[in-house]
């Protein structure tokens, strides 16, 4: 199967989109599908065979961030050449649009990853943002609707924009984890690299440093935790537009010495952060589905997370973390009560990992895989009739 992916990012470029992007990659190709990317070009980025870059500007409100110019003079012959069985996008916009332009055209299955409640990021937008997420919402809504397939990675997005009026077929196939990277650790490499003494226990975060990860009230939390546990630690793994703004909150409010802000880390590094922490935190509420969850549970880490939308499905609540109220008090309390009982958390370090199993790259690559053979074989049908 020729499979076409349509991304307004890529990496360098890091996100919860890209990582599902990449994992789903892998996992086809190991299949013996071939797969073809259409991205965004960033500077210093290495040419790499079967992924296609387009001329791109940088944000005006995240220039780490490029908008693909969806044009390319080589496109046609490329796509002509392909002769691609389906297409899958993962955006509405600028490429994910190129990409249904032509799926289209050629008379293929169109399937769109709704990965991000895009009316929830306005805040990047610098005018208009009230009018800005009525039409947000209307351009996904009219996107979605024409589509073949939507995915969406927990159910209860399905159900939200449904609410909306998105009538195409919705399936429920979040991004897998690859349980085979986890197998080797360095439990140790989070401390030595950082000199965090090993009387502290390390409270961790894994992703982007923006306003929509709520990484703020975070600190603020944690700000109370330390009260209460001196010996304790809190490290973010990450970059973004807020991580200036946070270093000095934490150096305003006087806790900075138990802050440590990583940067950007590679994968190896990320997954050695995990399995060297004893609690991960997430107190984003814009998540469909936070895959850092998923990556913290199957390294055997305990979750406290804010419940909200696609995070409510990823911690099963007393089981493998807790699930907290969007309040101060609660979030301190559910994190304090795990730091407190050792034995309640090493069970739920047990439940973690074996619950991770559940959502292996593997059993969820397979679900896309036969998703997209029905599809094509509807659009056979349909010819032939």
Excluded at 42 to 65: D, K, L, Q
Excluded at 120 to 140: A, R, S
Excluded at 161 to 178: A, Q
Excluded at 363 to 377: A, G
Aim: charged share 20%; glycine share 6%; with cysteine.
């Amino acid at each position: 199967m020729k499979i076409g992916i349509f991304t307004d990012s890529y990496r360098p470029y890091t996100s919860g989109v890209v990582r599902s992007i990449e994992t789903f990659t892998n996992e086809l190709l190991k299949l013996g599908h071939d797969v073809y990317i259409f991205a965004p070009k960033y500077s210093h980025c290495e040419n790499e065979e079967r992924v296609f870059r387009f001329a791109s500007i940088p944000a005006p409100t995240n220039p780490s961030y490029k908008l693909a110019v969806p044009f390319s003079l080589q496109f046609k012959s490329t796509i002509q050449k392909l002769q691609l069985d389906i297409i899958h996008v993962h955006s509405p916009f600028l490429l994910g649009r190129l990409g249904a332009r032509y799926a289209r055209k050629k008379n293929i299955p169109l399937v769109f990853t709704f990965h991000t409640l895009y009316d929830k990021y306005v805040h990047y937008v610098p005018f208009g943002q009230n009018i800005t997420k009525e039409i947000t919402q209307k351009i996904c809504i009219d996107f979605c609707n024409n589509c073949d397939q939507v995915i969406v990675p927990t159910s209860i997005i399905g159900d939200y924009i449904k609410k909306f009026g998105v009538k195409c077929r919705i399936k429920k196939i979040p991004t897998g984890i690859c349980l085979d990277d986890y197998a080797n650790p360095n439990r140790e490499w989070l401390r030595q690299k950082y000199k965090i003494p090993l009387e502290q226990k390390i409270l961790l975060f894994v992703g982007r440093l923006g306003k929509e990860k709520n990484i703020h009230f975070l600190i603020k939390c944690f700000n109370k935790i330390l009260n209460n546990i001196p010996n304790i630690h809190l490290v973010l793994v990450g970059s973004g537009p807020e991580e200036q703004e946070l270093k000095k909150y934490a150096l305003d409010v006087n806790i900075a010495e138990n802050v440590t802000f990583t940067g950007s880390l590679s994968k190896t590094d990320v997954i050695n952060s995990y399995f060297g922490s004893d609690l991960f935190v997430f107190t984003s509420i814009t998540e469909t589905q936070g895959l850092v969850i998923g990556e913290a549970k199957a390294a055997g880490l305990p979750v406290v997370a804010v419940n909200a939308f696609g995070v409510s499905e990823m911690v099963e609540d007393k089981e493998d973390g807790l699930l907290a109220d969007f309040s101060e008090d609660d979030f301190v309390n559910k994190v304090l009560l795990l730091l407190t009982d050792d034995q309640l958390r090493k069970s739920m370090s047990v439940k973690a990992r074996k619950n991770a199993e559940v959502i292996s790259s593997v059993n969820c690559t397979l679900n896309l895989l036969d998703t997209y053979q029905n599809l094509i074989q509807n659009y056979a049908l349909a010819c032939n009739n």
